[in-house]
Structure formats: structure tokens, C-alpha cells
């Protein structure tokens, strides 16, 4: 079992619909729970990130932890073609290095 | 500033061959990073370093090399090049995100694409 499981997807949308992308894990010494953005042939950049359990909004962005039940969540509101990426979930102990773990990335499609 | 620069972008060995992929960041970062990402598996950590003279092995350290001589640069060396070995190349550096806290955000090159045949 991995320890971050996301759907890969393809999550395709029309323009303007609320986009949805979860992922659970089982290490319950994360704390701190960051979403990253990856258009194609780039490399991830950091879009949301946010310390223990509880939302957090940025424009049309929301971030929710959930860590009694090991999900988190992002929300993308008002969706536009410029969204399509693959979205990253990432999770860290907050331990010395900083070390990040992955999830596997959901590709997301925005259609005008 | 540049942020995160690696080269090359692209690059073709033959199994058996061994080469060097060159990171360096401007942004006076302590920490950094090298991963690979293969299709639909997120990013697996090979190795990282948390200052110059200090590096560390991830999860994915095997057939891999790493040195931190400045804090700038941050090689990662492949020897004896396998087909497993095929994949995108993101290193990474970053700094305390939080004060107080200890996280830290992540900025990332644009990644080499090696192929090994």
C-alpha cells in the first residue's frame, strides 16, 4: 500500500465547474499537507499549503486537511482551461530535510 | 534571479554508460533536493542535502551518486546506466516556509529527461 494514494485520473471539467482532487495517507505523523501544480514538460510549483487539520482559501482555491480521517482535499472554484495541470499532493513530518511525500498526481482537463 | 537551472534538459546514455546531471540554485537555499518522477508515480526522493559538505540518501538511492561542495550546486551522478534508470529528473531546493515552523516550500528546476537504452 502506498503511503499518499491519489486517482490519476483524467478529471475533465467544463470551463467554470468546481474541480474536486482529494488524497488519503496512512503516515499519521504528517502535519503539514501542500498541493502542487505541474503544467506539462515543467516542473511543480506550490499552490496551497496548510499545517494540521482545517481549510484554508486562496482566490479560488481552498485546501481542507481532514487528519482524523487521513484526507485531504483541494478545491478549484470557477475552473478555467489555464487549470489544466496535474495536481500534486505532498506530505511532510515536518522532521529535519523537510522531506516531502508524493502522491502519484491527478491530471486535470478543463474544456472551454 | 534564475531560481533552479539543470542541465541538460534532454539526454540519451546506453545501458552501461554514466554521466553527471548539474543542478544550481541562486536563491542562497540550504536545503536541496533530487527526484525522479515516473508516469502516474508522483515524485520518489533519491537524495538530499541539507547544507553544503551534507548529503543524505532518500528513497530511491540505489545506483546513484550526490555531492554538495557549495551550497549552489548540487550534481547528481548516475553510474552504470540502466533501462530502470529511465525517467524525469526534478532536483529542488527550498527554505523555512514558516517561521517558527519547520516546513519549508519547495522550488523546482525544470527537470532533465534521461533515457537509458
Known amino acids: 500500500q502506498k503511503e499518499v494514494e491519489q486517482d490519476p485520473g483524467p478529471l475533465s471539467v467544463p470551463e467554470g465547474a468546481i474541480v474536486s482532487l482529494n488524497c488519503t495517507y496512512s503516515n499519521s505523523a504528517f502535519q503539514y499537507f501542500m498541493w502542487y501544480r505541474q503544467y506539462s514538460r515543467k516542473g511543480p510549483e506550490l499552490l496551497m499549503y496548510?499545517?494540521?487539520?482545517g481549510n484554508k482559501e486562496d482566490g479560488r482555491f481552498t485546501a481542507q486537511v481532514d487528519k482524523s480521517s487521513k484526507y485531504i482535499s483541494l478545491f478549484i472554484r470557477d475552473s478555467q482551461p489555464s487549470d489544466s495541470a496535474t495536481y500534486l499532493c505532498?506530505?511532510?513530518?515536518?522532521?529535519?530535510?523537510?522531506?516531502?511525500?508524493f502522491g502519484g498526481g491527478t491530471r486535470v482537463l478543463v474544456k472551454p | 534571479n534564475a531560481g533552479v537551472t539543470q542541465t541538460p534538459k534532454f539526454r540519451i546514455l546506453k545501458i552501461g554508460q554514466s554521466m553527471t546531471l548539474q543542478c544550481t540554485q541562486d536563491m542562497n537555499h540550504n536545503y536541496m533536493y533530487w527526484y525522479r518522477q515516473d508516469p502516474g508515480m508522483g515524485l520518489k526522493l533519491i537524495y538530499y542535502?541539507?547544507?553544503?559538505?551534507?548529503?543524505d540518501k532518500g528513497e530511491v538511492p540505489n545506483g546513484y551518486n550526490v555531492s554538495r561542495s557549495t551550497t549552489e550546486d548540487f550534481p547528481l551522478r548516475l553510474e552504470l546506466a540502466a533501462p530502470s534508470q529511465t525517467s524525469v529528473y526534478f532536483c529542488?531546493?527550498?527554505?523555512?516556509?514558516?517561521?517558527?515552523?519547520?516546513?519549508?516550500?519547495?522550488?523546482f528546476g525544470p527537470g532533465t529527461r534521461l533515457t537509458v537504452t
Open positions: 496548510t499545517y494540521s487539520s
Open positions: 529542488a531546493s527550498s527554505y523555512r516556509l514558516q517561521t517558527g515552523g519547520s516546513t519549508y516550500e519547495q522550488y
Open positions: 505532498a506530505m511532510s513530518a515536518g522532521a529535519a530535510g523537510n522531506k516531502l511525500t
Open positions: 542535502s541539507v547544507g553544503a559538505g551534507i548529503t
